[in-house]
């Protein structure tokens, strides 16, 4: 028997290339001065999700919650092996917290038939780790989170390894259920040359009505546009789009107003080199660096 | 996220400037697949954004899964196990994997196979990419030459059955050639293929130092025609792992540890034919063989590769008397002209890989029909036979000038580092012994040469060179083409010298400074050509000039010396046999 499987994935800016102007004069980060990329974590629980189709078989179905860009993140699942794509684009969703995005995402997850649903630990540019159990609150499914080695599934049991920080837990759950998962849990596949041949082509509306505005140096008209989506579609191509009335979402639980979260003040922190101490090599000095580090919490 | 081909500016720069599109239009037989794979694109644009994305796609794979696994794969190799089987390396189980996955192994087959249809050229510059990242693992990714074997020869069953589940990188192949007493002379193959009254072949006898002879689908060299004792009593065979195939042994080598090198008994295994009979080594050996030797160009440039960049970084951040060890001029010497020796290997192997393209592509429209009339036939024929007159050459040459390079450019790396260098702590020692391999198969140096010389001897170098050079170059660089000029007159001048000896002997004793000359002159022609659009190659065209030009002279003197005291007095120079107790 096959599984249906839902994988959420997010466009972050790549956090590991910062440069100076990586962090805006408030405190938030400069999305346009670094390179967008698929969340790493979301790359494994992609992976999850594709091992568990390459065993049981079933369908993987890749959303994406962002600005239009984020149909990139979309492609980069069609090159990997998704079944469906769906962007999921709404201008009175931005500036959701992670309560907004969960309540968002769950809308549009109960509209799909889904036995697992895979989320990345956390992204790379909030680190929160929050929405993954956020979304299995809101659609009322088990969670098990930290996953840190392929799932085991028979029949509708999962079995799971999570990390717990100083150690692991098994844990068994009846499906559905939400996992999260870990850089360790597996490697994500590279993209496929084939599919990467195909689905390079592929678009959502959002993008061929700009293609289109660019070719002709004027507003897409709305008839042509329709017939290249129709086109798409035909061969496959077209990437879904899904706004906040496709999933017919409460307003007051999206963006702005749907998000308890508000940052009281941004600090900056610089971090500055060169003071150091040194320990004798003895066993008094070893005993002395141990305490110390563990007083500090560098340990333990 | 790191990536071996987005960080290689010199290989950014020949993929724009070799003229990808005029390849695809050549491997896209006018964009016909289009309609049938959706994957095929419908234009040379399209194609080549497919080769870039093809290309990034390994890149990365390479840079973050690939080579962070060749330390642990050189310490570990692969294990015989107990029932005959053998299990790589981790590392390399890993990447098969993964670049199956990346339906990357089958990168030059037709779609219909689940290939990737690419030019030799794209598949060369991946070659180089998987080497820098690991290089024993090139030897099992870079033997997708037997699945071309089987797409040019075999017959439609065959291909229909092996082909698919070779692009999908279930099945390895192995080239099996090598026996005890056949090594660089072929012709002397004992193991034996034999049909049963039924007509089935079998393969019976020993074959060894084969790399990946443990993979499913073996491509052997047999002795088909008993009554025939040299090169034409063999044939190809297909052989398919199976308990009548025994691999005895691993060999335990000084580099490329994660390559699996077999002994391999075969106890009259089941076999097939691949083509006709007889033209096993004259026809077919001889194809693979040329496809492979550009292959080892391209794992002697990844190795080379690898190694200058840690021993350009350790220079530049290694301090003594108080300054950067790259400040000191004997380094920076030794250092640029291992990346100018790199960058001239490049040139020529990838150039030889566009001309096999160029060749193929002219044979294909004939085979296809292609030809609009008796006079496009007749230019589409001599095209092909120019160009499989130049890769006669072009192909030893780059093996014989990139392994070379590889070595020199490994043991600088060393020399550069130092002792920390010649410690297992840096990877330079690695890419050393890696490197050694690369002069040795696939054909010596020296057989490179005695192929190679053919070519030079013939005028077709000189005739490269010329045709290179009709381009008149910008004025700055006019003087630089004049040069080239009046080295290659030299190189006819040392040719003509060497005819007028009389026999093989003496072309065969200064057959490497002839080639030697020829790739001074056909990189420096290349550079030249690069040069008129990228200002870096200007420095590099000067300083190849200007090392390369007096050894050529040289060459020229000791050449035309007329001196051949190694044949005359061997005796005397290599002194007496040592006799061992």
């Known amino acids: 028997m096959g599984y249906d499987c839902i994988v959420c994935a997010k466009q972050v800016p790549d956090t590991k290339r910062i440069t100076g102007e990586a962090m805006k004069e408030d405190g938030t980060v400069n999305r346009a001065a670094l390179p967008a990329i698929f969340n790493p974590e979301d790359r494994n629980a992609l992976e999850a999700a594709l091992g568990v189709r390459d065993a049981h078989g079933g369908t993987v179905t890749l959303i994406s919650m962002g600005p239009p860009s984020a149909a990139e993140v979309l492609r980069e699942g069609l090159f990997r092996g998704v079944d469906r794509a769906i962007l999921l684009t709404d201008r009175r969703a931005a500036v959701s917290d992670t309560h907004a995005t969960s309540y968002i995402l769950s809308c549009a997850i109960r509209r799909l038939p889904h036995d697992i649903v895979f989320c990345g630990r956390q992204a790379i540019d909030g680190d929160t780790a929050q929405v993954g159990p956020q979304l299995a609150e809101k659609l009322g499914i088990t969670q098990i989170t930290y996953l840190e080695e392929p799932a085991v599934l028979e029949g509708r049991t999962i079995r799971a390894r999570r990390n717990v920080g100083s150690g692991f837990e098994l844990v068994q759950a009846d499906l559905p259920v939400l996992v999260t998962v870990m850089e360790s849990a597996n490697t994500p596949r590279p993209p496929a040359a084939r599919r990467m041949m195909k689905y390079k082509k592929a678009r959502t509306a959002g993008e061929v009505a700009r293609e289109l505005g660019q070719e002709t140096g004027e507003a897409a008209a709305a008839a042509e546009v329709e017939r290249r989506c129709q086109v798409l579609a035909e061969k496959g191509l077209l990437i879904e789009t899904w706004d906040l009335g496709t999933i017919e979402a409460d307003l007051a639980w999206c963006g702005r107003l749907g998000s308890p979260t508000k940052v009281h003040r941004v600090q900056w922190v610089k971090l500055a080199g060169g003071e150091y101490r040194e320990f004798p090599a003895t066993d008094e000095g070893v005993r002395e660096l141990v305490t110390e580090l563990i007083e500090e919490h560098t340990f333990g | ?581």
């Open chain 2, 1 to 581: 996220m790191a990536n071996f081909f987005t960080d290689n500016q010199d290989i950014q720069f020949l993929f724009e400037h070799m003229d990808p599109a005029r390849l695809a239009g050549i491997m896209e037989d006018g964009f016909k697949y289009a309609e049938q794979f959706d994957h095929a694109p419908a234009d040379a644009a399209d194609a080549v954004d497919n080769y870039r994305r093809i290309l990034e796609a390994l890149g990365e794979l390479a840079a973050e899964q690939i080579a962070p696994t060749a330390e642990e794969t050189d310490l570990l190799g692969n294990t015989l196990n107990p029932d005959g089987s053998v299990s790589y390396a981790p590392g390399i189980a890993k990447a098969l994997k993964l670049l199956a996955q990346a339906d990357l192994m089958g990168f030059t087959l037709p779609y219909r196979f689940g290939g990737l249809n690419c030019p030799n050229l794209v598949y060369t510059m991946s070659n180089e990419i998987v080497s820098r990242a690991d290089a024993a693992l090139m030897n099992i990714y870079g033997l997708q030459g037997i699945a071309e074997t089987i797409n040019a020869f075999a017959d439609e069953a065959i291909k229909a059955e092996y082909l698919p589940e070779m692009a999908a990188g279930k099945r390895t192949g192995a080239m099996v050639l090598t026996e005890p007493d056949a090594g660089s002379d072929l012709q002397a193959v004992k193991v034996r293929g034999w049909q049963d009254a039924d007509g089935h072949w079998y393969a019976q006898g020993v074959k060894r130092f084969i790399t990946n002879g443990c993979g499913e689908v073996l491509l052997v060299l047999a002795r088909t025609e008993p009554e025939i004792s040299d090169g034409r009593g063999l044939s190809l065979l297909l052989v398919e792992r199976g308990p009548r195939v025994k691999i005895r042994r691993l060999e335990d080598k000084l580099g490329i540890h994660g390559s699996p090198t077999c002994e391999i008994f075969f106890d009259d295994a089941p076999a097939r034919l691949i083509g006709e009979r007889q033209r096993g080594l004259i026809t077919y050996v001889m194809s693979l063989m040329n496809g492979a030797r550009i292959g080892i160009a391209a794992q002697s440039l990844g190795i080379a590769e690898a190694a200058f960049r840690v021993a350009r970084q350790f220079a530049h951040s290694r301090r003594q008397f108080g300054q950067a060890v790259e400040n000191f001029p004997a380094l920076r010497e030794l250092i640029s002209d291992m990346q100018v020796d790199i960058q001239a290997a490049r040139a020529l192997t990838y150039f030889a890989a566009y001309c096999v393209d160029v060749e193929y592509g002219a044979l294909r429209k004939l085979e296809l029909g292609g030809a609009a009339d008796p006079a496009e036939s007749r230019a589409l024929k001599a095209e092909s036979r120019r160009y499989k007159r130049l890769n006669g050459m072009l192909t030893p040459m780059s093996k014989y000038c990139a392994s070379e390079m590889c070595m020199r450019v490994a043991n600088g790396a060393v020399a550069v580092m130092g002792g920390s260098g010649y410690m297992k702590d840096y990877s330079v020692q690695r890419h050393l012994r890696d490197s050694r391999i690369t002069t040795i198969y696939e054909g010596t140096t020296q057989l490179q040469i005695v192929a190679a010389v053919r070519g030079v001897s013939s005028g077709t170098a000189n005739s490269l060179v010329d045709e290179l050079l009709q381009r008149e170059p910008p004025e700055e660089l006019a003087p630089l083409a004049e040069q080239i000029r009046s080295g290659s007159k030299l190189l006819e001048e040392a040719v003509a010298f060497v005819k007028a000896q009389g026999g093989t002997e003496y072309m065969d004793l200064m057959g490497r400074r002839l080639v030697d000359m020829a790739v001074y002159l056909v990189v420096a022609a290349l550079f030249l050509d690069h040069a008129v659009v990228n200002d870096g190659k200007k420095t590099v065209l000067r300083r190849w000039l200007a090392v390369k030009m007096p050894e050529l002279r040289m060459n020229h003197e000791i050449i035309t010396s007329g001196q051949r005291l190694p044949m005359t007095d061997f005796e005397a120079l290599a002194g007496p046999v040592p006799v061992t107790e």
